[in-house]
Each structure stands twice: as structure tokens, then as C-alpha cells.
């Protein structure tokens, strides 16, 4: 245990939190407009796989993400009609939407590259790693910022301009109104189902990005059921994060370091089923905790409010 150690880990935490970060972004805002988005999983999945589609036919990184982007925006966009104007249970939409898309990419795996299970190829391009000028040659910084992508540094400041969208403008009002109240953002003359149908649609660019980093981040490769659980780890940091983009940064590095620690320590004596357990294991263990701390929160405002309320004296009866 020593520095170049701890910032390899940090380094590789990074890595491997952007693409949840990306669909935690995406979850926080379809909750904004109350939204229960669950289909993020799936779109993931399907937006890994043509991403590296594209990549194979073309051998261009920028037109695999636009790619990448562009699926995630359509599945969504069906997500969203079905959720909204069709009134579906969004539970069982984004349920047979990640059923569905696993079973697609499964097809079309084997349909197109004849394989199953995984493909690769030496002409596939992965995303180019930069290194900032200054920061690099900086000990520790250098280091830790070591080899990350121009899509992962899209994702940290994704965070900051959300966070400025949702409450320092007028738009981001709106549809925190509607989360809110919908009701009363109907009553004042808002478009409901139009900003809750464009704002599921426009999540599958967070999606569609954070799948492009999946199969061509760290490595440059499509495997079956590549998306591993993201999606749904994703929704438990947006819960964790209280649906806040700032909160998703935080909630999101978390689950990365739990990720990053399982594949770190794959080289040690501890057994891989243990490892490769260990981010679900958080994922479980911080949702109990996070409910068990908000039950705690509630009980003492309520029995703060108790206590404020004011006795009725024999004077006053």
C-alpha cells in the first residue's frame, strides 16, 4: 500500500464510474419530471453494441458514438411514448425493454459478426486516451488523470452543466415544477407530457454515451450482457444521490471505487466469485443504510414537530 498504488486505484476508479455516471445522470433527470425510468440498462446495452457495429464497418470513433447516441436516443424515445402517452406501467416498460435489447444483441451478435458471446477485432478503434498539457507532468493529479478519454471528462462536466440546466434556469425550473406537482405545472399552462416525453427521449444521449464507453473506453470489445447491471446500479445511485446531479457525482464514485476494488482485487488469493461480487454487495448494503438513515431522518422531524406543536392549556379551553 503505497501512493503509486493508491492512485492506480483512483485512476482506475475513474474509469470505471463515467459510465455509470452518465446513466445516473440520466435517471436523475427523468426523475426530475417523475419518471420512473428503468430501461436504461437495456439502452446501454444496445448502444454498446452498434457502437462497436459502427466502429467495424466504418473504423471511425466519432461516427460509432454519434452511433452510440443516436440508439439510445431512439429507444427511448419509444420508452417514453409507451411510459407516457400510451399510460404502460413504466415498471413493465423498461423491464421488457432490457429483456428485449438482451436478446437483440445476442441476435444480432452472432447474425452480423457470426459469434457468440464476445467479439473483437484488431481494426476495431477505441476511443483515443488524451493527457491534459501541465496536469500531466503534475506527481500526483498526472497520475490519477492518467489515460481517460475525452467522453470521460464529457461525463464530470455533463455533471456541472445538468446541475446548472436544473437550477439556474428557467427550463430547469419547469421541469423540476413537474416533478413537483404536475397538476399545478398543467394548471399554469406547461406542456406536461411534452417535457416528460423529450426529457426521457434526450436521456438516451447519456445512455447512448455512457454505452460507447463500455465497448470502447477501457477496452475495445463487445461481450454478451456487457452492461453487466450498470443500469440498475445506476437507479440505486440516483437514490443515493437524491436525484441531484452533483449527488449522482458523488453516489457514482462510489460505485465505480467498489467496481475498481472487485477487479483489483482479482490478483490477490480472493476467490473471483468474492470480487466480482463486491459492487452489487455495496450497491445492496448502501441502499439499506441510505433507507435506514432516511427512517431515522423522518422519525426525528416528526417528533420535532411534535414537540413544537403548542399544548392547550386549561386557560385557552
Not at 142 to 156: E, H, K, R, S, W
Not at 263 to 288: E, F, M, R
Request: proline content about 3%; glycine content about 8%; charged content about 10%.
Amino acid at each position: 500500500m503505497n501512493l503509486s498504488y493508491l492512485t492506480t486505484v483512483a485512476n482506475s476508479t475513474l474509469r470505471m464510474m463515467t459510465p455509470v455516471l452518465y446513466v445516473t445522470l440520466a435517471a436523475a433527470v427523468c426523475s426530475k419530471v417523475k419518471i420512473l425510468n428503468i430501461s436504461m440498462e437495456g439502452v446501454m446495452l444496445i448502444s454498446a453494441f452498434f457502437a462497436i457495429v459502427t466502429n467495424w464497418f466504418t473504423h471511425n470513433v466519432f461516427l460509432s458514438i454519434i452511433t452510440a447516441i443516436a440508439i439510445g436516443v431512439v429507444v427511448s424515445a419509444v420508452v417514453g411514448f409507451c411510459i407516457i402517452y400510451l399510460k404502460a406501467q413504466p415498471v413493465v416498460v423498461g423491464m421488457a425493454c432490457n429483456t428485449m435489447m438482451s436478446g437483440l444483441s445476442i441476435y444480432l451478435l452472432y447474425a452480423i459478426f457470426h459469434t457468440r458471446g464476445v467479439f473483437t477485432d484488431p481494426s476495431l478503434q477505441g476511443i483515443p486516451k488524451i493527457n491534459l498539457p501541465f496536469i500531466k507532468d503534475i506527481p500526483v493529479l498526472g497520475q490519477v488523470l492518467y489515460n481517460l478519454t475525452i467522453v470521460d471528462y464529457l461525463a464530470f462536466a455533463s455533471a456541472i452543466v445538468l446541475y446548472i440546466f436544473l437550477y439556474k434556469t428557467v427550463l430547469g425550473y419547469r421541469l423540476r415544477a413537474i416533478g413537483i406537482n404536475p397538476q399545478a405545472a398543467q394548471s399554469l399552462g406547461t406542456k406536461v407530457e411534452r417535457y416528460q416525453f423529450l426529457t426521457v427521449t434526450l436521456s438516451g444521449i447519456l445512455s447512448g454515451l455512457g454505452g460507447s464507453l463500455l465497448s470502447m473506453g477501457s477496452v475495445t470489445l463487445f461481450i454478451q450482457n456487457i452492461s453487466s447491471g450498470r443500469g440498475y446500479i445506476a437507479m440505486a445511485a440516483n437514490n443515493l444521490g437524491r436525484s441531484h446531479p452533483l449527488g449522482a457525482l458523488l453516489s457514482s464514485f462510489f460505485f465505480g471505487f467498489c467496481q475498481s476494488l472487485g477487479y483489483i482485487l482479482q490478483g490477490t488469493s480472493i476467490k473471483s466469485q468474492i470480487t466480482t461480487a463486491i459492487p452489487y454487495v455495496a450497491t445492496i448494503l448502501a441502499l439499506i443504510l441510505f433507507t435506514v438513515y432516511g427512517r431515522i431522518q423522518k422519525a426525528r422531524r416528526i417528533s420535532r414537530l411534535r414537540k413544537e406543536e403548542p399544548r392547550e392549556t386549561p386557560a385557552s379551553l
